[in-house]
């Protein structure tokens, strides 16, 4: 099995910054797309930021120019640099990862529990 716990939300003014990571742990033998989503209340979720093992990155339109989506992939963590922070960007912000734990695997999508961002005065 996999686990990946986020952290890294919280109470921020608008224009403020937050950083989340992801971590990833379990039985990895191999990670493949890294990806942060978000769900607001009474919206459904939506991809915020996503790379994959090659390091290519897709943005939301949304947060384009003010997110920055990283991996380690030595410490198996996925970051969000978030910048100039709007009230419209408070939401649960959810880590994603596809991973194989055996060989045999095909790879197999695995969810954080979320981490909460809020953006107000």
């Known amino acids: 099995q996999v686990q990946l716990v986020e952290s890294g939300g919280g109470l921020v003014q608008p224009g403020g910054s937050l950083r989340l990571s992801c971590a990833a742990s379990g039985s990895i033998i191999s990670i493949g797309a890294l990806g942060w989503y978000r769900q607001a209340p009474g919206k459904e979720r939506e991809l915020v930021a996503d790379?994959?093992?090659?390091?290519?990155?897709e943005y939301a339109s949304s947060v384009k120019g003010r997110f920055t989506i990283s991996r380690d992939n030595a410490k198996n963590t996925v970051y969000l640099q978030m910048n100039s922070l709007k009230p419209e960007d408070t939401a649960l912000y959810y880590c994603?990862?596809?991973?194989?734990?055996?060989?045999?695997?095909?790879?197999?999508?695995?969810w954080g529990q979320g981490t909460q961002v809020t953006v107000s005065s």
């Open positions: 790379v994959n093992s090659a390091g290519s990155i």
């Open positions: 994603r990862a596809y991973a194989r734990t055996t060989q045999f695997d095909l790879w197999t999508q695995y």
